[in-house]
């Protein structure tokens, strides 16, 4: 596969997640509305997140400005969910798990608007103090180890984003969700 242009990009990852649609590459079915938070022509920051369940610790430990509005969604965007994103903030964020998955979504979106991702990276890891805390790591799916030799041409920068030890962890068949990067390691003994 050789990608040539953006077209060709967001046609690749939305043909990907059609075909792998397994659980982990997953496509909402019709009417199943993304949750959206806050008003974005208002916000100082507008976050994308496939993590709902994670926002308010990552939010609580971030220094993004404030008032802030939030789309989330599991799985692949809409095109209905970019018009909220987009906003009228030029702070666009993506939170989001580091796997195949999830920088595939990040790409799919950078690919319509100008977005930065603020999703498990090694900088992640230092902030929430669980870099080289192997159980935190969790074996990838077939569809999600496939997905890994996609990485340079659907997300040519990835390693950047994710950062080296990440990219590692991808390399060897594992993946970094936030709900493990976010552990309070004071509250289970490990801090």
Request: aromatic content about 10%; charged content about 25%.
């Amino acid at each position: 596969m050789s990608i040539q242009s953006s077209k060709e990009r967001v046609d690749a990852i939305e043909a990907w997640f059609h075909s792998h649609d397994d659980g982990d590459f997953g496509i909402a079915p019709d009417g199943y509305d993304s949750v959206r938070v806050g008003n974005p022509m208002l916000a100082k920051t507008v976050i994308y997140t496939t993590k709902n369940a994670c926002l308010s610790r990552v939010r609580s430990l971030s220094q993004l400005p404030s008032p802030m509005a939030v789309i989330g969604r599991y799985g692949l965007p809409t095109v209905d969910d970019l018009p909220f994103v987009f906003g009228s903030s030029p702070s666009r964020i993506f939170i989001g798990d580091c796997d195949p998955p999830d920088i595939l979504i990040f790409s799919w979106l950078r690919e319509h608007l100008p977005i930065v991702w603020h999703g498990v990276n090694d900088n992640f890891l230092e902030l929430h103090r669980t870099r080289f805390i192997e159980w935190i790591w969790i074996p990838m799916s077939v569809s999600e180890r496939e997905a890994v030799s996609l990485l340079p041409e659907l997300c040519p920068d990835y390693r950047k984003l994710i950062g080296d030890y990440c990219a590692s962890v991808l390399e060897d068949g594992f993946k970094i969700e936030i709900e493990g990067a976010i552990i309070d390691r004071d509250a289970i003994g490990t801090g």
